[in-house]
């Protein structure tokens, strides 16, 4: 494996350095975060693993793991520590971090911790070729307040980052339409706010969501939204590559809304207008867009080509 270590402490770094080489692995050290955070962003290709201290100047252990998230959430980051830094830890695991040591660091702690990190590499590398037979779903119900817009993208983003990764495409796209998807279902759907409000005024929109959030008609409604990640067979330009479908349902408790009336009045003009730029970035970026017929509830698929497995 290549391993990024980095700890200001000089003489532990160069002994962590060279115990973790004589394990058989690549290790690059920096003395603080922001280093790190140079090589990191910079080395192609990437690193397997993160092992940083958490107090550190420049930049500390949490800062870098922010910023590491940023670019890559799923490379395991492990966190080292002391004693008296267990709530420092606490909050490295909240941000997702791989594991934490505690210092002084022992042999045995250091082998588990590095032999964890390589099942997770086999696994990496093993994904691909279980692509043709891995499907998933996951649903959520949500209370019809705005604030779980975000909280749904991150949670769906853990299941289709991945493949897009593997794909090296369709991250923005789908992100980008997911969030626009959630929002109608949330503000146009269930809470029933005129998008045409925000041409008159943003204040008054955004006056208007808070109202509904909390009038009892309407804040009491509920979203459900549904991903489903399902292969969908070889690519037939391209047999070295499988074809995965990533597929979002939302529906909302409104009214619904006459959608053969909503598109024949789009034009490319709308991408310039606050009302009208959601419903056509949605249809630029996805492969598949379709609505039930109240218009309530909105389908939508990307299909990703993500090389094979052998």
């Given at each position: 494996m290549k391993i990024l270590l980095v700890d200001d402490e000089h003489l532990l770094l160069e002994l962590l350095a060279e115990t973790i080489s004589h394990e058989g692995h690549d290790v690059v050290?920096?003395?603080?975060?922001?280093?790190?955070?140079?090589?990191?962003?910079?080395?192609?290709?990437?690193?397997?693993?993160?092992?940083?201290?958490?107090?550190?100047?420049?930049?500390?252990?949490?800062?870098?793991?922010?910023?590491?998230?940023?670019?890559?959430?799923?490379?395991?980051?492990?966190?080292?520590?002391?004693?008296?830094?267990?709530?420092?830890?606490?909050?490295?695991?909240?941000?997702?971090?791989?594991?934490?040591?505690?210092?002084?660091?022992?042999?045995?702690?250091?082998?588990?911790?590095?032999?964890k990190i390589a099942a997770v590499c086999q696994l990496h590398q093993e994904l691909p070729a279980l692509l043709p037979f891995m499907?998933?779903?996951?649903?959520?119900?949500?209370?019809?307040?705005?604030?779980?817009?975000?909280?749904?993208?991150?949670?769906?983003?853990?299941?289709?980052?991945?493949?897009?990764?593997m794909a090296n495409e369709g991250f923005q796209e789908i992100t980008t339409s997911l969030y626009e998807l959630l929002s109608n279902a949330f503000i146009h759907g269930s809470l029933e706010v005129d998008s045409r409000l925000k041409e008159e005024s943003w204040d008054k929109f955004e006056n208007m969501v808070r109202l509904r959030e909390v009038d009892p008609i309407f804040g009491t409604r509920k979203v459900h939204a549904h991903c489903h990640v399902a292969p969908e067979g070889i690519s037939t330009e391209d047999p070295t590559h499988v074809i995965v479908g990533v597929t979002f349902d939302v529906e909302d408790e409104g009214k619904?809304?006459?959608?053969?009336?909503?598109?024949?009045?789009?034009?490319?003009?709308?991408?310039?207008?606050?009302?009208?730029?959601?419903i056509m970035m949605i249809q630029m970026f996805m492969d598949e867009v379709s609505w039930n017929e109240k218009g309530n509830r909105m389908h939508l698929k990307k299909r990703l080509r993500i090389p094979r497995g052998e």
């Open positions: 050290t920096a003395v603080n975060g922001k280093i790190a955070l140079d090589l990191f962003s910079k080395t192609k290709p990437g690193f397997d693993a993160v092992l940083t201290d958490i107090k550190m100047p420049e930049m500390d252990g949490l800062s870098l793991l922010k910023q590491i998230r940023n670019l890559d959430p799923e490379i395991p980051v492990v966190i080292m520590t002391g004693h008296g830094d267990l709530d420092l830890s606490i909050q490295a695991l909240r941000l997702s971090a791989f594991d934490y040591m505690l210092k002084p660091l022992n042999l045995a702690s250091l082998q588990q911790v590095l032999e499907e998933s779903s996951t649903t959520l119900t949500l209370p019809c307040q705005t604030r779980w817009i975000s909280v749904a993208v991150s949670h769906f983003q853990q299941i289709y980052a991945p493949l897009c990764r619904g809304f006459d959608t053969a009336k909503l598109l024949k009045a789009r034009d490319p003009m709308d991408l310039l207008t606050a009302s009208g730029r959601g």
